[in-house]
């Protein structure tokens, strides 16, 4: 009996997984997997055409447009940028936060999308502590539904504008990407992996378009099934070893507010991972370091670290402006793939079809 043939049985009676109804809305960004690598590569390139673009033009493109953004979590970096992202492309903008809004009374999330959708917003920014929400939320309403971090499992603009960051220091003069961009590039992420939207978001990315991933963090924060989340993606323990090889080192901030009771000792944690000024002149004197933020001084990085020369973290932020620009864009305006497919915008608009 050929020992091959029950295994090729199964496989041939075996039916196909069933092709994920999500995102139902062209425009919705749910996780970075909604986007191909000519999708990001799109979205970075409007970024930087957005930028420069004359500020009365952009002002045309979701003119009058309603999005609403609901916030479940506290933000200041992507909040503040989504709204002044989408007020640049003239769009009117509303925040509804779950401390200052009937979610207090036990509204559903559900029936705070309907009543927005019936307020006649055209689009939903959010960021909920539940991992999921924003798909939840994309079937409820059917309308285009951008993530800005749910939970423990995405934050697909955050990677984007760390690809754009990485991009301008170590890929100068290139805004777009291709499967081989960061082809002999390290990323480095490092810290509190298990709780990161921000980690496995760029961990999605990042070897889609040549990088390789490494992770650092100790058992508690970095579990071993980690390395299998996809391919291009590897484990060292030793973040001394980790940093000879980086190009780039992403630190994390220790999310006290998902640790659910598990203690950690940090003073042993910054023994071991703290990124110093004198770790990084050492090690990695020529890397780009990023953070998403918030940072602790004193705690992942040193304030030296922080301010210092090698750190493109306020960088990311402004970056931030660019690329929402673009997915904000591509939300309202997405069919068959975005405005990218389609004539630019800008064009339209100074034709007199806005
Ligand atoms: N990077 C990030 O998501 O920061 P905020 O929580 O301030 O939005």
Same mark, same amino acid.
């Given at each position: ?183 002999? /590039? ?11 939207? /921000? ?156």
């Amino acid at each position: 009996m050929n020992p091959a043939a029950p295994a090729t049985r199964r496989a041939l009676t075996t039916p196909p997984a069933p092709a994920s109804p999500f995102p139902y809305n062209p425009g919705s960004l749910l996780s970075v997997l909604d986007l191909t690598v000519d999708g990001a590569s799109r979205l970075l390139v409007r970024a930087t055409e957005l930028e420069h673009e004359d500020p009365i033009v952009r002002d045309h493109i979701l003119a009058k447009r309603r999005i609403a953004l609901l916030f479940y979590e506290s933000s200041t970096r992507t909040r503040t940028s989504f709204e002044l992202a989408s007020k640049a492309l003239g769009a009117d903008t509303t925040l509804v936060s779950n401390l200052s809004s009937s979610i207090e009374k036990g509204e559903s999330l559900k029936d705070t999308g309907l009543t927005l959708r019936a307020l006649g917003a055209e689009a939903i920014i959010l960021r909920h502590n539940s991992s999921g929400a924003a798909w939840l939320l994309e079937e409820s309403t059917r309308l285009p539904v951008v993530n800005a971090g749910d939970g423990m499992h995405e934050h697909p603009t955050q990677a984007l504008l760390d690809l754009r960051t990485i991009l301008t220091h170590l890929r100068p003069g290139v805004s777009g990407v291709k499967p081989d961009t960061l082809a002999g /590039v390290t990323v480095m992420i490092v810290g509190d992996i298990l709780h990161s939207r /921000v980690a496995r978001s760029n961990m999605l990315l990042l070897p889609r378009v040549g990088a390789r991933v490494l992770l650092c963090g100790p058992k508690e924060l970095l579990p071993e099934q980690a390395a299998r989340s996809g391919p291009g993606i590897e484990i060292e323990r030793d973040f001394e070893a980790a940093l000879r090889e980086s190009q780039a080192v992403m630190m994390l901030r220790i999310q006290e507010e998902r640790l659910a009771g598990l203690q950690l000792d940090l003073e042993e944690y910054k023994a071991s991972y703290q990124l110093t000024g004198q770790r990084l002149a050492a090690l990695a004197p020529a890397a780009v370091v990023l953070h998403p933020g918030p940072i602790i001084r004193g705690m992942e990085i040193t304030a030296g670290v922080a301010d210092g020369v090698q750190s493109a973290i306020l960088e990311q932020v402004t970056n931030g402006l660019a690329i929402r620009m673009a997915v904000m864009e591509r939300a309202l305006t997405a069919e068959n793939g975005g405005p990218a497919d389609r004539s630019s915008p800008a064009r339209r608009i100074k034709g007199g079809r806005a």
